[in-house]
């Protein structure tokens, strides 16, 4: 495992879990939401708003058995994106901590950039998705922007509370002897 030296008191730092947390948050955000939103309490899919959106996208009515397939096909890429985001965070992962993984996956640390990268999954689709090209709403119809409103706050406070997770958690340096005393993982 690749470490660098600290530039205050000469300790080693290992290498970061930040980047493989995030990017594991970001993928598992995505399925979450996917799982959770479009197919199970179905309400909505990749283009239900496109009726209304900014940018000009065909609408794809999702009452229909074709507007409901070309959605379907959507949030399949929408899926693939997630899965590979959950692989490369995985070998990202792989390739930093080579001994003591039960150690790491234990780790508040770990789990903290997790879930910030879930609640940044959420801020960047809310925004973007939602606000900005206005494709579909979380929950459509006359609340939708307070439901649109609801999922960023829920985003906010899983990137505040992965990050204060992560910083309350015991450095972990899976190859250093005696792994998580000798720095802090960041």
């Known amino acids: 495992m690749a470490t660098?030296?600290?530039g205050t008191r000469g300790e080693t730092v290992p290498t970061s879990?930040?980047?493989?947390g995030i990017v594991l948050g970001v993928g598992l955000g995505g399925f979450a939401?996917?799982?959770?939103?479009h197919q199970l309490l179905q309400w909505h899919h990749m283009l239900t708003s496109t009726n209304h959106d900014r940018i000009g996208v065909k609408y794809y009515d999702p009452h229909t058995v074709s507007g409901l397939e070309m959605n379907t096909v959507w949030d399949g890429v929408f899926h693939t994106v997630c899965w590979?985001?959950?692989l490369v965070g995985l070998a990202i992962l792989y390739s930093r901590v080579t001994t003591q993984r039960r150690r790491v996956w234990a780790s508040r640390v770990l789990w903290g950039w997790i879930l910030a990268?879930?609640?940044?999954?959420?801020?960047?689709e809310g925004l973007l998705d939602h606000q900005i090209l206005g494709i579909h709403?979380?929950?459509?119809?006359p609340h939708q922007v307070w439901w649109d409103m609801g999922f960023l706050l829920f985003?906010?406070?899983?990137?505040?509370?992965?990050?204060l997770l992560q910083r309350g958690g015991r450095p972990v340096d899976p190859a250093a002897p005696g792994?998580?005393?000798a720095g802090r993982v960041a």
């Open 4 to 6: 660098s030296v600290s």
């Open 17 to 20: 879990l930040q980047l493989p």
């Open 33 to 37: 939401d996917g799982i959770l939103l």
């Open 84 to 86: 590979i985001a959950v």
């Open 117 to 124: 990268g879930w609640g940044i999954f959420n801020l960047v």
């Open 137 to 141: 709403h979380v929950h459509g119809g």
């Open 155 to 163: 985003g906010a406070l899983l990137l505040v509370g992965g990050w």
């Open 179 to 181: 792994a998580g005393r």
